[in-house]
């Protein structure tokens, strides 16, 4: 689920990544560091646990790796109808960064089908280099997708990329 966040919100999201090796309260984008991070060791994890178990996902971080989208992935308590979402985060001179969100309380198998169904999401936004705030992240998916809550969009992209994800992890 694609969701916009206010400037309030922007704000702590940018001050309370200061601890993640960041520069003026960003991450800073290098190739080393690949385009999808997590803020924390658990999250982190949950990357680099899914990306090798998941092929789909795999190719979902090599896809962003190519772009200016620099995602960083936190697994938070979120409301309980939620099991993630993608916000809008700030778009800097040379990069656009979004901050996934998976729920803490998911299984594993359930945070990683949450984590590909996102990543689907960021590579949507990644593919429209016109989106650069909240509002031209609104209006990519309102063309994309459909509305599924206030403020909450979602694509049926991203929902065969979720199951697809559930799949590749059950077999394994």
Known sequence: ?????????????????????CVAGLPTANAADGSVRGTDARAQALVRKAENRSPMIAALIMSLNATDVVVMVQVTLMPARLGGDMRWLVATGRYRYLVVRVHASRS????MELLGHELQHANEVAAAKE???????AALMARIGRRTGEGTFDTDAAVRVGRQVRAEITRR
């Open 1 to 21: 689920m694609a969701r916009g966040t206010d400037r309030g919100r922007q704000m702590v999201m940018a001050v309370a990544f200061a601890g993640v090796g």
């Open 108 to 111: 594993p198998e359930e945070q």
């Open 131 to 137: 989106v650069r705030d909240e509002a031209t992240l």
